[in-house]
Every structure is written in C-alpha cells, then in structure tokens.
C-alpha cells in the first residue's frame, strides 16, 4: 500500500489520528504515563488507510510498529502531541485515540532526582495539560468528522455523552475500561458509539474489526454531508 494513492471511499481525504500514551518526565529518567498499547489507535490510522485516506499518525511511546501505508510520527508528551496535531490541520477527519496524561510535572527537573537518606520522598506538583480533542473540536480549522473516545470505568454513556458536548466532537467511542472489562492492554473491545442522534451498543470485537467499522462509518457520514 502506497502512501497518498489510494482508491476507495475516503480517497482524497485526509486524516489525523492519535495513539498510545504520553509521557510526562518527572526528572530525565522518570515519567508519568496512562496505560495504553496503542493498539487500538493504531488500528484505526491503517483501517482509514485501507479506505483510500492520506492519514498521519501521531503516537505516543508505543512497543508496537508503525502501521504500514499511514504516515506516523512520534511525540512523548501531550503538548508535543498537540502541537504536531494542530500543526496538521485543516484535514478532513480527526480521530483522537490517544490516551492523554491529564497532568504534567509542573517543573520537571532537568537532573535525575536523588534519594537521600535525610530527607523525606519528594511530592510532585502537577499542571493540566492541554486538551487535544476539545483544542480540535472547537478550532476555526476543525475537522469535516472529528471523533473521540471516552474511557470510563462507570457511568459509560452518560460520562460518553458530556464528553461529546464539551469537546465539540460528532462522535464518542466509548468504553469500559474497568479492570473487570480485560479491555485494557487486550485485543478486544467492546463500545458503544454517540452522537447527537443517540447512542448504538457494538457487540464484542477485536480491536481491528472495532477499527474496519469505525472506519467504514466514519467513510458514510463523510459521504452524507
Ligand atoms: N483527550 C485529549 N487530550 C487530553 C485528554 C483527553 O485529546 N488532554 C481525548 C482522548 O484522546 C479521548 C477523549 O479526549 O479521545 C476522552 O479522553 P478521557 O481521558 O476519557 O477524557 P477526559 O476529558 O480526560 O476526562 P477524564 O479522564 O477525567 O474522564
Ligand atoms: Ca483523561
């Protein structure tokens, strides 16, 4: 498959995705992370591809290879992901899978921090980082489609559907992310998809069938408007 030459319903279309985790330093050899493989972000950057879409890719630190046919380009942490997302627009599909730190270090150091037998454990002071599907859904270049997901442990569609409104998405992948749920890390899923219109319940799948459908939907309410 060949980068920028595809055939198919979303060919001539272009598409950001994002993926993995990020990573927040607290010193040069220490970070702060949320648990994702990227597995899930991945799979959709190269189900888009397979419809004929010109996708960029932008990963977190992942131990998964780039996927073939889709341009991916590496960031450790969330404001360097944000910049090469907003960097990239306009486009015409946004799909921000990427399981963002919600904090960074304040002040990350610029020496490893030493333990020290007379002094007390250190405590770390944290700043928001910034929102990156909210940054995309409500900016003056926003994306034709820009989807997002929601990862809860409870409450899932009404946690789903808040996250819709405030982030100006059209539509929310959401899922259980309990431990109970084996979503987490696995290659399996299963999720429930809102928008405006209201909320479809998808049956259990793996992670590239949720990708190939997602897709597919995706090319159809592209095509619609
Ligand atoms: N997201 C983002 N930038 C952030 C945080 C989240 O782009 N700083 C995106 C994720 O990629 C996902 C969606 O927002 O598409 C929802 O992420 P989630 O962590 O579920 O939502 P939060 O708004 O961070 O709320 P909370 O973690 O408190 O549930
Ligand atoms: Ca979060």
């Known amino acids: 498959h060949l980068l920028g030459v595809g055939t198919g319903p979303l060919a001539g279309k272009t598409a950001i995705v994002t993926s993995g985790p990020t990573h927040e330093p607290i010193d040069p050899v220490r970070y702060i992370a949320n648990r994702s493989s990227g597995r899930q972000g991945h799979a959709i950057a190269a189900a888009l591809a397979r419809l004929g879409a010109d996708v960029t890719l932008i990963s977190g630190p992942v131990a998964i290879p780039d996927p073939s046919g889709v341009r991916t380009i590496h ?16 486009t015409d599909i946004a799909v921000m899978v990427a399981a963002v730190a919600d904090w960074r270090v304040a002040a990350s150091a610029n020496q490893k921090i030493k333990k020290r037998a007379d002094e007390a454990p250190p405590s770390l002071e944290l700043a928001e980082n910034p929102d990156i599907l909210k940054t995309v859904g409500h900016h003056p270049q926003r994306p034709k489609l820009v989807v997002g997901f929601a990862a809860e442990t409870q409450d899932v569609e009404a946690n789903g559907r808040q996250k819709l409104d405030r982030k100006g998405a059209d539509l929310i992948v959401a899922n259980d992310v309990s431990p109970e749920s084996g979503v987490m890390g696995g290659t399996i899923n299963r999720v429930k998809i809102i928008s405006m219109s209201g909320a479809e319940d998808w049956p259990e ?15 159809s309410r592209l095509s619609a408007n």
């Open 75 to 90: 960031v450790e942490r969330a404001e360097e992901m944000r910049d090469a997302v907003v960097s990239r627009l306009p």
């Open 205 to 219: 799948m793996t992670k590239d069938e949720v990708a190939e459908r997602l897709a597919a939907l995706i090319a």
